[in-house]
Structures are given as structure tokens and as C-alpha cells.
């Protein structure tokens, strides 16, 4: 028997629970969304990423910024999304994700560089499309040295509300917050969504200072390679 699928059986497709249903919403989202639909979905995806890329915390601990990225990027195409690292958008720009006629950009930064970042992202980069409705874009600091990363995230907040920037709570992250910038040159509002993403590693336990001395060593040693073959 053969059933034709309608936009309103894709409609109740998406709200069921599950991987399908995200993929339907993403592909919902694409084909009619409006751009706040995408930004919403986004953000679901991306937080997901965040926290794919934190269940291999132990694993990425020498990993630099392009590398996490990286392993972002890869995450985001398996969802379906055209995601990319240093695309051309006013600058070289380190996350660039479209889906449908939909953009967003995103500036990361390794252990802070925070004030650079925000530089980058609203005085620099523009909209992937160059469409000034695609009014949202977000930092993205990996943290793999500080033991609190929700009161370096705090901090940054206080910082941007002493110079008079509007701030919101994320209501699904707590690792997270928007601002409001008025970018120079459009004098329009622009969303900026700063996230925080905890890579902080230091066991405790006797097995896992032992592991992480163990890992030390082997990077020591691999550095001391790298220097005498430098050398020669």
C-alpha cells in the first residue's frame, strides 16, 4: 500500500520524542522555518555538541581551539547542518552553520581572549548570507583550565552589563547568556549568545592522578622529541 506523506503528517512527525523527530524539525525548519525557528533548534543542536564533546573531556585536554572546533563541525554535519570552520564572512570566521536561508556565525576562543572575541564577532564578521535579519551569532570559550566555569561566565556577564549592555538568562543553558550589541555600521540589535564550554580535568582519586601523570609524561616526552628533531 502506498501513503503519501503531508506537510501535517511531518508536522506531528517532529513533536514526537526522539532522533527522528530532530532531524523532521531541522528539516521543517530548512525548508519553511522562520529564522527565529532555526536559531531555537540550533541552540538545542549545538548545546547537544557541547555536551558530546564533554563526554571525551579526558581526551581533548591537549587539544587546541581549531581542533575542538573542529570536532563541533563534525558533530553539526551528522545533524544535517552546512557548518564549517574559517569561512569567509568579513574575516576568517571559526564556526559558520546555514541551514535552509538560514545563517549563523560563531567566534571560539581557548581559555578566554574573551574581550577579542566579541571584538571579532559584532565589529568584524558579518551574517554568512550578508542578510542583516540573520541578527544572532555566539562565543564559545573552551575552558580546560579553570575549575568554575559558571563564575568565569558570571564574570563576563558583569563586565558587559558595567558598560551598559543588556543581558538575559538562557533559560536552557545554564553555561550560557545573551547580550544585546547595537553593531556599528547597521545600528541594528544583534543577539549574541556566550557559552562556556567546561573541559576542566583534574582527577582526584589515586587511579586518576595516576592516569593524568602518566599522560603528562607522555607529552613531556613527546615535546622533548619534537624539540631534539628541531633541532638537528
Known sequence: MKADITVADLDAMSKMPGAYAQYLRRFLVAQRGKYTDFIDQLYIDLD?????????????????????TADLILQL???GYSAHHDAKAGGHVDLSIASGPHTWIGEAK???KIDEG???????????SGDPNHDHGGLLFYLT???????????????LESESTPC????TNRLA??????????????????????????PQDASGKATAARR?????????TTKKGTAK
Open 48 to 68: 547537544s555538541c557541547i555536551n558530546g564533546l564533554r563526554t571525551i573531556v579526558e581526551q581533548v585536554q591537549d587539544d587546541g581551539e581549531d581542533r575542538l
Open 77 to 79: 554535519r551528522q545533524q
Open 110 to 112: 581557548l581559555n578566554w
Open 118 to 128: 566579541m571584538k571579532q564577532l559584532t565589529t568584524r564578521y558579518v551574517a554568512a
Open 145 to 159: 583550565k579553570s575549575a568554575d566555569a559558571k563564575a568565569t561566565l558570571d564574570e563576563w556577564r558583569k563586565q
Open 168 to 171: 538575559r538568562d538562557c533559560p
Open 177 to 202: 547568556f545573551y547580550s544585546t550589541i547595537k553593531l556599528p555600521g547597521t545600528g541594528l540589535p544583534y543577539q549574541v549568545r556566550s557559552m562556556v564550554v567546561s573541559l576542566y580535568f583534574k
Open 216 to 224: 603528562d609524561a607522555k607529552k613531556k616526552s613527546a615535546e622533548k
